[in-house]
Every structure is written in C-alpha cells, then in structure tokens.
C-alpha cells in the first residue's frame, strides 16, 4: 500500500486526475497509521535504553518525531513565499489536536494531565505572545523568533531540571532501531501526499489560503500527533500519549515558528481568529491541569 502511496506521489497523478485524490488521502492515512505504530514501538526500546520515562519518551522523542511532516509542509510553504499558508498551518494542526486532545482528557488522562502543567503554562504564555505580537506586525521579521526560541529552551530547561522521579518505561524490543527511521520516511511521505491532496481540494473549491491552510493542511498535518495519541492510548501508554501532545504543541509554537520567521516570509495576515482559538484552548489546557489532580 505504501508502495502505490509512492508512485503517486512521485507521479504527481493526483493533479492529472483529481478523482484519484480521495483514494490517495485513504491511503496514505494507512500508511502513517502503520509507521506511527511501529515508530512507537520503537521509541519504547530508544527510551528504555536511554533510561528515560514514558512521559519524556512522549515529549522528547514521539513530540519531536510527530511533527516532521509539519517542518516540511511549513518550511516548504515559507521558502515559496507562502507566509500565510506556513503560520496557517502551524496554528491549524495544533487547534485540531488539542481539539481531539480535550475530547480525551476526561474519559482517559485525569490521572496524568496535572503532570504536564508546566508545558500547558509554556503553551498559553507562547499563544498570548503571538496574539500580542500580530496586534504589532503583519509580516512576521526574523527577530520575532528569537522570542519563540527563548521560550522553548527556558521549556527545555524547566523539563529537564524538574527533578521528578519517573519510572523507567517497560517493553519488548520487537523491531531494530532503523525500523524507527524507516517509519518516519514513510510518515513524512504519506504526509506530503496528502498536503498535495490538501492544496488540489483548496483550489477545486476556490477557499481562502490561510483558512484552507488552517482547516485542511491543519487537518492532516495533525493526523500523526492524533494516530500516535490513539496508538499509545491503545498500549495503555498515557503519559507517552500525553506528552507527545503537549510536546508537539510546544514544539509548533516555539521551534518551528522560529525557524519560519528566521527564513522570513511569516504573516500573521488572516490569524486573528485562529490566534484567539489558540490563546482559548490553552487556557482550557491549563484548567485541565488544575481541575485534573
């Protein structure tokens, strides 16, 4: 399946024949259902044998892993000069999985959600920032993410000096190390195609480009986070499936903003409503963590 996956993205097919679009997407969500849950596996026995916890296997290494399709899909977008699809994106994917994320936290993550209280601060402190800052710029100048940048590694700090005892995670090597990167080419391809898939549906129905960024790019690019979420969640892996949600969250408002706006073609044009979307679910994250305990 991810071989047909292959040829049509590679082929193009999908703008000669645009029926064939619906196909692809089914497809391609196959494809990275597939490679997300031998990724997962596979970062079970990296974390183990990095003595690390669940919970920063789910930040540091599926949080990080969960959001190449959307590196490529942002950079891509800001090196054609395509500002308002790249921030469109970022703010999509993230309002769509925290979205999923909410519907979750109460039937499966009360227990575990008040443990991440500090990325939820980090989230709705950044969300603020931004909203603030579109008040000032239209086009986003490169020193805004120097901003974001210091807001990740005071993250990064914080996480890894929290001093918390965690228990180290259990499992079963059930596929060598490479299958992990092997699963990530894959993720990102599926990825890919269905931006394609993304981009041919925005144009055949003639939407605006930042809300077809923000609703269908942000859409699919989020597809991986939520896949990794249900997978973990699946294993009985919560603190996995939480972190990699609030770690990618982070990691889109921090790290990739930044690298977007130090390449210099970010707008915050047609974001208001998205960034006030996001400031409202963060402090709905946040309340979670409080409530939660």
């Known amino acids: 399946m991810f071989f047909l996956d292959i040829l049509i993205g590679i082929y193009h097919i999908t703008y000669e ?52 399709d ?25 309002v769509i999985t925290l979205l999923a994320f909410f519907i ?34 239209i086009k986003v100048p490169f020193f805004l993410g ?3 940048l210091i807001i990740f590694i005071f993250y990064i700090f914080k996480k890894t000096t929290s001093g918390t005892h965690e228990e180290i995670v259990h499992t079963e090597d059930l596929y060598p190390s490479y299958y992990g990167i092997m699963a990530l080419i894959i993720i990102g391809f599926a990825s890919y195609n269905m931006i394609n898939s993304a981009l041919i549906i925005s144009y055949v129905t003639g939407i605006n480009t930042f809300v077809s960024s923000f609703l269908l790019l942000g859409f699919f690019g989020s597809l991986p986070e939520i896949m990794m979420m249900s997978i973990a969640m699946k294993d009985k892996r919560n603190d996995v499936s939480i972190g990699l949600i609030t ?24 974001s208001f409503f998205s960034l006030i979307i996001m400031v409202i679910f963060s402090f709905i994250l946040v309340l979670y963590t409080i409530i939660f305990k």
């Open 17 to 68: 024949y645009n029926i064939i679009t619906i196909p692809d997407i089914l497809i391609s969500v196959a494809s990275i259902y597939t490679a997300a849950d031998i990724f997962l596996d596979v970062s079970y026995s990296v974390g183990k044998s990095l003595s690390l916890s669940e919970k920063y296997i789910g930040l540091f290494i599926v949080g990080f892993a969960a959001i190449v």
């Open 70 to 94: 959307e590196i490529a899909m942002s950079v891509m977008a800001a090196v054609e000069n395509l500002g308002t699809v790249s921030f469109g994106t970022i703010q999509g994917s993230n």
């Open 104 to 137: 979750l936290i109460p039937l499966y993550y009360r227990k575990g959600i008040s443990r991440f209280g500090i990325d939820s601060y980090v989230i709705l402190v950044t969300s603020i920032i931004l909203l603030l800052l579109s008040f000032y710029f």
């Open 146 to 148: 120097f901003i974001t």
């Open 247 to 270: 770690g990618s969250t982070v990691y889109k408002e921090t790290v990739l903003f930044s690298i977007i706006a130090f390449i210099g073609t970010m707008t915050f044009y047609n």
